[in-house]
């Protein structure tokens, strides 16, 4: 951490004992040498490295408080104190003393992107929707359009039922029909079938919105459950998508934009032609490239092709150990009913997800079995219940924890001595947005060689609860849910399932009755019935 470029007075020697100490990471001692400069000549700087140092080693509250005296005269506190304040705050749930910290530090001057993204994260968690859709905006203008905080702005034009913001953002001035700018300008009462349908015959003679305003398109639709008009829009984002890369495919991440486009389109050769270049490499671009390559592979089933690309570090080894030429069931969350738990048990490995209430898999062992060898974790989850977690795992421990690779450095640490930990690799051919648990994880297992792979309690969300109760807690969701429909739309609920139907067709994996009813599905079929779905999901005001 470098000093901040402010005057500061000669200070007490206790205080450059503790820069020393913790230039050396030494972080309680320099937190005891910092207190020992107290009172100093500038006590904010002091209060501000105690904070830090306090961050460091874990203790969240006592750095909030350090922080809090850092930042006591507000006009003089440079941004980036404002800034840790607004973050310590976050992590501990605080969302207005981090909103107030995060704008603080904005209006100090902070023009760091993902300050921007983040005050719209907690804004969000306050419900102040347009608040929040304008610093996600700030964020994407500042810092460029990633598709996480494109999907945060999208969230907050949901609850809000306000498009044009993002509609002017992505039409980036062009000159567009009436009819196509409907998608996304038109009140949603005011947007009939014909108007949509009128918009989407427009949209495909003309080139003049990009993808990002379809996938825009896909959204909005998606979240009125709209689910045939979505997709639709997002076939329209994905083609658009393709064509932009293709004319910029000497970037690196145009051509993983256009292969992953292509892998949407099911048009294979022409993603791994793509992404071939890119596969040589060590670095975070090359095994993107990589994974996509292998995840294109298989689609087209060829498995040694997969094969030759995935990769293994040391923990994978371990962890294949666990699976190769094992019987595997993947158990999910969902409430079909089945008596399949003698089944499951007997599998030779069993995988669940976000195992945290043992009690609750043994009282529906009937149904889902008793055993668990592996879980995976989601990141939020396993980052905001991390400590259940471990008391639970130390009271019932597993064989390993799979941990998602975000965050993954911090979290790992938590695990070692306890179990043995890795992280998932993520099938990336699906445009735009990311997999649900269960394909998910079937991707992941597939590259370990297990003799079967089996899933159980996989409905896809068309079951009349989205989650068995208890599962994450009691009373898991309510009867609306937006939030949910939301994330079904930025998970592509019709890509996970079209992937996982490819992998069964292929003899990859089979299902539960459940399971196999659903797979069977045409497309067009299942998005009647997840039309069904989403309108039972969303409130009745929407």
Not at 128 to 142: S, T
Not at 460 to 468: A, P, R, T, V
Not at 486 to 507: A, P, V
Request: charged share 25%; with cysteine; glycine share 8%.
């Amino acid at each position: 951490m470098q000093s901040e470029d402010i005057p500061i007075p000669p200070m007490p020697p206790a205080y450059w004992r503790g820069r020393r100490l913790q230039r050396g990471q030494r972080w309680q001692q320099a937190i005891d040498a910092y207190r020992a400069a107290l009172p100093s000549p500038d006590d904010a700087e002091v209060q501000f490295r105690i904070g830090y140092a306090c961050e460091k080693q874990g203790d969240l509250p006592a750095a909030l408080a350090a922080y809090a005296e850092a930042v006591r005269d507000a006009a003089q506190a440079p941004p980036i104190r404002q800034y840790r304040l607004g973050f310590v705050a976050d992590a501990l749930r605080e969302w207005e003393v981090a909103a107030t910290a995060y704008r603080a530090a904005i209006a100090a001057g902070g023009t760091v992107p993902n300050w921007f993204y983040r005050l719209g994260r907690v804004l969000e968690r306050l419900e102040r929707w347009r608040e929040a859709g304008d610093a996600y905006a700030q964020a994407i203008r500042r810092g460029g359009d990633r598709p996480a905080w494109r999907s945060r702005l999208f969230r907050t034009c949901c609850m809000t039922g306000d498009w044009g913001s993002v509609s002017a953002h992505y039409r980036r001035d062009e000159a567009v029909s009436a009819d196509m700018a409907a998608l996304l300008e038109t009140p949603a009462p005011e947007l009939t079938q014909d108007r949509v349908a009128a918009a989407l015959a427009a949209g495909e003679k003309s080139g003049a919105l990009p993808a990002e305003w379809w996938q825009s398109a896909y959204v909005r639709l998606f979240n009125l459950g709209r689910l045939h008009e979505a997709y639709a829009a997002k076939r329209l984002a994905v083609a658009r998508a393709r064509q932009q890369a293709e004319l910029l495919a000497g970037s690196t991440r145009h051509r993983l934009d256009a292969a992953a486009a292509c892998i949407d389109q099911a048009d294979y050769g022409a993603a791994l032609e793509l992404l071939q270049p890119l596969t040589g490499g060590t670095d975070a671009t090359a095994e993107e490239a990589r994974e996509m390559a292998a995840g294109a592979c298989l689609m087209q089933g060829d498995i040694a092709g997969a094969a030759a690309l995935w990769r293994f570090t040391e923990a994978d080894r371990l962890f294949r150990r666990l699976i190769e030429g094992k019987r595997v069931a993947i158990v999910g969350a969902a409430n079909s009913g089945l008596e399949a738990g003698t089944e499951i048990d007997s599998a030779d490995i069993v995988i669940r997800t976000n195992f945290l209430n043992p009690d609750t898999v043994a009282e529906r062992a009937t149904l889902t079995g008793s055993r668990t060898d592996i879980s995976y974790y989601n990141f939020a989850f396993e980052e905001k219940n991390r400590a259940r977690i471990l008391a639970v795992l130390r009271e019932n421990p597993l064989k390993a924890v799979v941990l998602h690779q975000a965050g993954y450095g911090q979290a790992s640490a938590a695990y070692a001595g306890l179990l043995p930990v890795r992280s998932n690799y993520l099938f990336r051919g699906l445009y735009g947005f990311t997999a649900y648990a269960i394909p998910r994880i079937l991707y992941d297992v597939l590259r370990f060689r297990p003799a079967e792979v089996r899933l159980y309690n996989s409905d896809f969300f068309l079951g009349k609860d989205i989650h068995y109760q208890g599962y994450l807690k009691p009373g898991d969701y309510p009867d609306h849910d937006p939030e949910f429909v939301f994330m079904m739309s930025y998970h592509d609920i019709l890509r996970n399932f079209l992937f996982t139907r490819r992998l069964q067709d292929l003899g990859l994996c089979s299902g539960d009755a459940v399971c196999e009813a659903v797979l069977a599905l045409s497309p067009e079929e299942f998005l009647d019935r997840m039309t069904v779905r989403v309108g039972a999901l969303r409130p009745a005001s929407a």
